[in-house]
């Protein structure tokens, strides 16, 4: 999942050097940490926070067939 995470974020903003993907385990639950630069945050949430649902969808349909939760957390 960090690996997906990554390559979204990185299609998305100016400054690809500054993103950085972490993940933590615990149990059946993923959450996987989504950090850019501060100037790039707003392209990642999108209007109304719509690209970041859809980076939250798409995870979660690549999740399904782990049988995980997967969390995504934009900081």
């Given amino acids: 999942m960090k690996e997906l995470v990554e390559v979204i974020a990185k ?3 100016d400054n690809p050097d500054e993103v950085v993907v972490t993940e933590k385990t615990e149990g059946k639950t993923i959450t996987v940490e989504l950090h850019v630069a501060p100037s790039d945050m707003g392209k990642v949430i999108g209007k109304q926070g719509r690209i970041a649902k ?3 969808a798409v995870v ?4 399904v067939n782990d049988n995980k939760k997967v969390n995504v957390e934009i900081i």
Wanted: proline share 0%; charged share 20%; no cysteine.
């Fill in 60 to 63: 979660k349909a690549a999740s």
């Fill in 11 to 13: 299609a998305l903003v």
């Fill in 54 to 56: 859809a980076i939250r």
